[in-house]
């Protein structure tokens, strides 16, 4: 069973966040150590190596 999904307008403030973040980690040149700690710690939350498997698929395609 999925999670519901997030409504638009969190998912918008979520997307805000997550690129005020990426900023901030890139500014120290560690925007790839901090998205890949986000990564797990996202796959921690979830609970599910399968539904993180899902979601790394989502996310790439269509780069």
Do not use: W
Not at 21 to 37: M, P, Q, W
């Amino acid at each position: 069973m999925n999670p519901p999904a997030l409504p638009l307008d969190e998912l918008e403030t979520v997307y805000d966040e997550l690129a005020q973040a990426i900023d901030r980690a890139a500014a120290s040149g560690r925007s790839e150590l901090f998205l890949t700690k986000l990564a797990l710690l996202n796959a921690h939350a979830l609970g599910s190596a399968a539904r993180f498997r899902e979601q790394l698929e989502a996310a790439l395609r269509d780069l």
